[in-house]
């Protein structure tokens, strides 16, 4: 009978550990959450396959994403809920800058750690901050984009259609700030146009169709990221005038849809890698969870890379992330 009990307190407490997250090993279990602004565009299709296959190496992780669906009520909620479960450790990749601040504070005064992913928010409530520089970027899509023309007409001049992100999103504002900077420079440099297609390819496709009517010479079309160049592109082939012009691109993805390949392809006459940011990411919430006493650094800048056709396929096998979904 004295037997028979001990067997039993000791399924209890066995039970009970496994209930509190500890394992045989006595490793405490971390639940980290990722909130995503959302899972339509590649780019952030890839962030979620590379941080599932990261964390996968981390007996120790439990990892939950939601998709926020470009919708900012639905992110915050989401961010909320989080909130009350918990965790180790709390990533968010914003959908908009101001939208986010609020919820992202209330987590830090839950004492729960924040990494802010790649978009910033109005005020630093975040324990880091990993991100590249998206003026930096555009400067750098700026002087390519001024180089091409001046290759085109001997002279840097030409019209341009500046195809916007998510009208307030940091990538949006900077990577149009620091092509604008370049392109200031040169008065014969015109942008023509700058619709709004909120990063997605479909759109991009509408607007450009709508801009090539009203407009009968394009030289260049910048995207403030690949899918926006590509349907662009799209739009432009459709009505025969693709050879016209040039299509540049941001995020610089590798596998077959990303925009690495659309340089290889000819599609794309070049784009600039903006880093996924996952792999710091999860280098720094290793530290987070396991390390006690570890404090990040505020800021992670990393840096971008520009993809020509005469990098692209070195570019491609570095870039590219199994989908592990």
């Known amino acids: 009978m004295k037997r028979h009990l001990m067997v039993l307190i000791g399924l209890a407490a066995a039970l009970l550990s496994a209930a509190c997250g500890g394992g045989s090993s006595g490793k405490k279990q971390f639940l980290v959450v990722f909130s ?48 009350r479960q918990k965790p180790g450790l709390l990533i968010v990749a914003p959908n908009e800058r101001a939208a986010l601040t ?39 899509a700026g002087q390519f984009i001024v180089d091409r023309l001046t290759k085109k007409y001997g002279k ?26 370049i392109f200031a420079k040169y008065p014969d440099i015109q942008i023509v146009a700058d619709p709004v297609a909120d990063w997605i390819q479909a759109k991009a496709k509408d607007r450009m ?29 459709e009505l025969n005038r693709e050879k016209e012009m040039i299509f540049v691109g941001v995020d610089g993805l590798g596998g077959p849809a990303g ?27 290793d530290k987070i969870l396991h390390t006690p006493g570890f404090q ?5 800048t990393l840096e971008s890379l520009m993809v020509t056709p005469e990098n692209a396929a070195q570019m491609y096998e570095k870039f590219t992330v199994p989908d592990v979904r």
Do not use: W
Request: hydrophobic letters at 45%; charged letters at 25%; one cysteine or more.
């Open 36 to 83: 995503q602004a959302n899972n339509a565009e590649p780019y952030r299709a890839m962030q979620n396959s590379l941080m599932q296959k990261l964390f996968a190496q981390d007996p120790g992780v439990k990892l939950v994403i939601s998709d926020a669906q470009q919708d900012n009520s639905k992110q915050v909620a989401q961010v909320e809920t989080f909130i």
């Open 102 to 140: 609020a919820v992202m504070g209330q987590a830090m005064e839950a004492k729960i750690p924040v990494i802010c992913l790649e978009r910033d928010i109005l005020q630093p409530n975040y324990t880091t901050y990993i991100h590249s520089d998206n003026v930096a970027i555009g400067r750098l």
């Open 156 to 181: 840097a001049k030409g019209k341009i259609v500046a195809m916007r992100g998510l009208l307030g999103v940091e990538g949006e504002i900077n990577r149009d700030r620091g092509a604008r900077e």
């Open 209 to 237: 169709t709508e801009v090539l009517r009203a407009q009968p010479q394009i030289d260049v079309v910048y995207g403030h990221n690949d899918p926006m160049a590509i349907g662009a592109y799209l739009a432009a082939k």
């Open 259 to 285: 925009g690495i390949k659309k340089v290889m392809d000819g599609i794309l006459a070049a784009t600039f890698v903006y880093p996924l940011c996952v792999d710091k990411a999860v280098e720094i919430a």
């Open 296 to 300: 990040p650094e505020k800021d992670y």
